[in-house]
């Protein structure tokens, strides 16, 4: 007797040409497809059949339009958009998906357009948009950094602001900062390796070291800021979850006039010493409900990286909540 549960839908390509875009070299998106949706796909010339059970295969027919509309209009997919489409097909929020790529952030150093991945880091960065003071708190991997760095780079392209200050406790190398080779620039650099990364990435190696010779890019550690008022920047606080109260209130009251400031981190990676409290978790519930100043909280949900990176964290999150 055959099986009710499972039914089998067609998708018909408009243009063969699109296949390779829409479905990834080596059908890599088909595979993300597959394992996502628990779904078959069978792509064969211009049909894609797809079969499972049918809230599934209406989901991957629903995707795979939008993608192809994406492709239509130019736009180059990837994995992490692939990855978008199913996490918002999950939520029910399919229906923006298109939205999300009619804003270009900046072109990166490669001439890519930049655009936002998910409904979170849409979120992020209208935050940033409107407010002086815009925290992200979540997890590794949503993109909070690459995009404040984006939205900096932006800003300065504009003439929004004169400068770029990124900065970052050095706590992870706790009292052993001073018995590392090397003078403090190459101590304190690993630990600013991923903001160097989103630089190079937008910028390329070379302008970037060009505008920090010029100090129109300052990177340092979050000491380095004290006594300073900082007009006409844009200043980011990365793995601020390792601040610790007077840090935090220090870097925050640094904020001068045509200034904006972004604090990202993730509260579940506290580094500090046991008996310190986190600048970030007091930060989050004592200012809440200041004017001008913006908290959008990343999940799981929200990480662009490979798949198995969300389904680890919310592992883990599972484990300790219990």
Same mark, same amino acid.
């Given at each position: 007797?055959?099986?009710?549960?499972?039914?089998?839908?067609?998708?018909?390509?408009?243009?063969?040409?699109?296949?390779?875009?829409?479905?990834?070299?080596?059908?890599?998106?088909?595979? &993300?497809?597959?394992?996502? &949706?628990?779904?078959?796909?069978?792509?064969?010339?211009?049909?894609?059949? #797809?079969? $499972?059970?049918?809230?599934?295969?209406? @989901?991957?027919?629903?995707?795979?339009q939008k993608m192809d509309k994406l492709v239509e209009e130019g736009?180059?997919?990837?994995? /992490?958009?692939? #990855?978008?489409?199913?996490?918002? /097909?999950? =939520?029910?929020? &399919?229906?923006?998906? *298109?939205?999300?790529?009619?804003?270009?952030?900046?072109?990166?150093?490669?001439?890519?357009?930049?655009?936002?991945?998910?409904?979170?880091? =849409?979120?992020?960065?209208?935050?940033?948009? %409107?407010?002086?003071?815009?925290?992200?708190?979540g997890p590794a991997g949503t993109g909070k950094t690459y995009l404040?760095?984006?939205? /900096?780079?932006?800003?300065?392209?504009? $003439?929004?602001? !004169?400068?770029?200050?990124?900065?970052?406790?050095?706590?992870?190398?706790?009292?052993?900062?001073?018995?590392?080779?090397?003078?403090?620039?190459?101590?304190?650099?690993?630990? *600013?390796?991923?903001?160097?990364?989103?630089?190079?990435?937008?910028?390329?190696?070379? %302008?970037?070291?060009? &505008?920090?010779?010029?100090?129109?890019?300052?990177?340092?550690?979050?000491?380095?800021?004290?006594?300073?008022?900082? !007009?006409?920047?844009?200043?980011?606080?990365?793995?601020?979850?390792?601040?610790?109260?007077?840090?935090?209130?220090?870097?925050?009251?640094?904020? $001068?006039?045509?200034?904006?400031?972004?604090?990202? $981190?993730?509260?579940?990676?506290?580094?500090?010493?046991?008996?310190?409290?986190?600048?970030?978790?007091?930060?989050?519930?004592?200012?809440?409900?200041? @004017? %001008?100043?913006?908290?959008?909280?990343?999940?799981?949900?929200?990480?662009?990286? %490979?798949?198995?990176?969300?389904?680890?964290?919310?592992?883990?999150?599972?484990?300790e909540s219990n």
């Amino acid at each position: 007797m055959a099986d009710n549960t499972q039914t089998e839908k067609e998708f018909i390509l408009a243009n063969p040409e699109r296949e390779i875009s829409l479905l990834g070299a080596q059908d890599q998106f088909v595979s &993300l497809l597959e394992e996502g &949706l628990n779904v078959t796909v069978n792509p064969f010339g211009t049909t894609i059949k #797809v079969a $499972g059970e049918p809230f599934q295969v209406e @989901k991957a027919i629903t995707i795979l339009q939008k993608m192809d509309k994406l492709v239509e209009e130019g736009i180059q997919i990837n994995s /992490a958009d692939v #990855v978008s489409a199913m996490k918002m /097909a999950d =939520r029910g929020t &399919l229906d923006y998906f *298109l939205d999300l790529y009619t804003e270009t952030l900046i072109k990166d150093a490669k001439g890519r357009p930049v655009r936002v991945k998910n409904y979170g880091q =849409r979120q992020y960065i209208n935050a940033i948009k %409107h407010n002086d003071v815009t925290f992200g708190v979540g997890p590794a991997g949503t993109g909070k950094t690459y995009l404040a760095v984006v939205m /900096a780079i932006a800003a300065l392209k504009r $003439g929004d602001v !004169e400068k770029i200050i990124l900065t970052r406790p050095a706590v992870e190398a706790g009292e052993s900062l001073g018995f590392l080779p090397g003078d403090l620039k190459d101590k304190v650099d690993p630990y *600013l390796r991923p903001i160097y990364d989103a630089l190079y990435a937008i910028l390329g190696a070379e %302008h970037t070291n060009r &505008l920090m010779e010029r100090g129109v890019i300052e990177i340092a550690p979050l000491a380095y800021m004290r006594g300073r008022t900082l !007009e006409g920047a844009f200043v980011i606080l990365d793995e601020a979850q390792n601040t610790t109260n007077a840090q935090m209130k220090m870097f925050l009251t640094r904020l $001068g006039f045509g200034s904006k400031m972004i604090v990202n $981190g993730d509260v579940t990676q506290i580094d500090l010493p046991r008996n310190s409290k986190s600048g970030l978790v007091q930060a989050t519930k004592i200012l809440q409900d200041v @004017k %001008h100043i913006e908290f959008v909280e990343f999940t799981a949900d929200d990480v662009v990286r %490979h798949p198995v990176v969300a389904a680890i964290i919310n592992a883990y999150e599972k484990l300790e909540s219990n």
